[in-house]
C-alpha cells in the first residue's frame, strides 16, 4: 500500500482544520478572526492544507431523507479470488458507482465492506445486481440497513495528532 508521507500540522493549521470541518463555507475573513491570524497568512495557510493534500475536497453534507434518499445499506462484500489486479477491479467498479458512498477493503471476514445509499428497497436490488451479482468474482453479499443513525461525523479528530 502505498502512503503519502505525513504532513507537518503546527498549531494554527489544526485550528483551521478544526474551523474548516465544521464549516468550509467560511470566508477567509472569518476563518481569520476563528482562528486568531491576518486574513493573508490564514490564506497562505490553507492553500498549503490543499496543495499538500491535507484537505482534499470541501463539499456540502446533504441530509439524505430531505431529498428522497433515505435507505442506508452496509454491505459485506467477499471475491472468489483476491489476487491484486481483482481487488483493484471491484475497487473501480466501486468508484464508477453513484450509490456507493464508502468502500474499504477490509481484513479478516469480508473483503470489502461497502456504504450505499439509495431510495428504497427496489434501487437497493438494483445496485446489487448492477454493482455486485453480476460481477463474476463476487462470491458473497451480505447486507446490513441501518434502522437508526446515532452518530454521522465527516471530521477527522486532529487533536491527538
Same mark, same amino acid.
Given at each position: 500500500?502505498?502512503?503519502? $508521507? !505525513?504532513?507537518?500540522?503546527?498549531?494554527?493549521?489544526?485550528? #483551521? !482544520?478544526?474551523?474548516?470541518?465544521?464549516?468550509?463555507?467560511?470566508?477567509?475573513?472569518?476563518?481569520?478572526?476563528? =482562528?486568531?491570524?491576518?486574513? $493573508?497568512?490564514?490564506?497562505?495557510? +490553507?492553500?498549503?492544507? =490543499?496543495?499538500?493534500?491535507? @484537505?482534499?475536497?470541501?463539499?456540502? @453534507?446533504?441530509?439524505?431523507?430531505?431529498?428522497?434518499?433515505? !435507505?442506508?445499506?452496509? +454491505?459485506?462484500?467477499?471475491?472468489? @479470488?483476491?489476487?491484486?489486479?481483482?481487488?483493484?477491479?471491484?475497487?473501480?467498479?466501486?468508484?464508477?458507482? $453513484?450509490? /456507493?458512498?464508502?468502500?474499504?477493503?477490509?481484513?479478516?471476514?469480508?473483503?470489502? =465492506?461497502?456504504?450505499?445509499? =439509495?431510495?428504497?428497497?427496489?434501487?437497493?436490488?438494483?445496485?446489487?445486481?448492477?454493482?455486485?451479482?453480476?460481477?463474476?468474482?463476487?462470491?458473497?453479499?451480505?447486507?446490513?440497513?441501518? +434502522?437508526?443513525?446515532?452518530?454521522?461525523?465527516?471530521?477527522?479528530? #486532529?487533536?491527538? /495528532?
Amino acid at each position: 500500500m502505498n502512503q503519502s $508521507p !505525513l504532513v507537518e500540522l503546527d498549531d494554527l493549521d489544526r485550528r #483551521i !482544520l478544526v474551523q474548516l470541518q465544521q464549516d468550509c463555507a467560511l470566508t477567509n475573513q472569518e476563518l481569520a478572526g476563528r =482562528v486568531h491570524a491576518s486574513p $493573508p497568512t490564514c490564506l497562505r495557510r +490553507v492553500r498549503r492544507l =490543499v496543495e499538500t493534500g491535507v @484537505i482534499t475536497r470541501q463539499v456540502a @453534507i446533504l441530509a439524505p431523507e430531505k431529498i428522497g434518499s433515505s !435507505l442506508t445499506a452496509i +454491505v459485506e462484500i467477499t471475491l472468489d @479470488i483476491q489476487a491484486a489486479e481483482n481487488l483493484a477491479a471491484f475497487e473501480t467498479a466501486m468508484l464508477n458507482e $453513484p450509490a /456507493v458512498l464508502q468502500c474499504y477493503r477490509v481484513s479478516t471476514g469480508p473483503d470489502f =465492506v461497502v456504504i450505499a445509499q =439509495v431510495p428504497d428497497m427496489p434501487a437497493y436490488h438494483a445496485l446489487v445486481h448492477r454493482a455486485f451479482t453480476a460481477q463474476a468474482n463476487v462470491r458473497n453479499v451480505r447486507t446490513f440497513f441501518s +434502522v437508526h443513525r446515532a452518530k454521522f461525523e465527516t471530521r477527522v479528530d #486532529i487533536s491527538a /495528532v
